[in-house]
């Protein structure tokens, strides 16, 4: 059975920073892209991040370009989201998604994922 467990999330300032962490289970995802996405209530899932498994390039949404930063451990199947400059509007649960097809792209639509976490909730005060 193939899992994503995240954690890391929390409560945290205006300002203040968060690791989020994704452990895959069940399966490698040594060869998939991966990335992060959120859902703020009552709003549609965003784009947050994406990793291709070659870790050559990164994509980042608008919104969090420069103040985010994803990483991946294809050794421990492990995918990460360094949250730095939270702004309330960073509030969201945050899921992580990995890609059944191996392939050297990086993907940035909710379609595009085979597989997701149950999301972690991140909340920023104000």
């Known amino acids: 059975q193939v899992q994503l467990v995240e954690s890391g999330g929390g409560l945290v300032q205006t300002g203040g920073s968060l690791r989020l962490s994704c452990a895959a289970s069940?399966?490698?995802?040594?060869?998939?892209?991966m990335g992060w996405f959120r859902q703020a209530a009552g709003k549609e899932r965003e784009f947050v991040a994406a990793i291709p498994w070659t870790r050559i390039t990164t994509f980042y949404g608008d919104s969090v370009k420069g103040r985010f930063t994803i990483s991946r451990d294809n050794t421990e199947n492990t995918l990460y989201l360094e949250m730095n400059g939270l702004k309330p509007e960073d509030t969201a649960v945050y899921y992580c998604?990995?890609?059944?097809?191996?392939?050297?792209?990086?993907?940035?639509?909710?379609?595009?994922?085979?597989?997701w976490g149950q999301g972690t909730q991140v909340t920023v005060s104000s």
């Open positions: 998604a990995a890609r059944g097809q191996s392939d050297g792209a990086f993907y940035i639509t909710v379609k595009d994922y085979d597989y």
């Open positions: 069940g399966r490698a995802f040594r060869r998939n892209a």
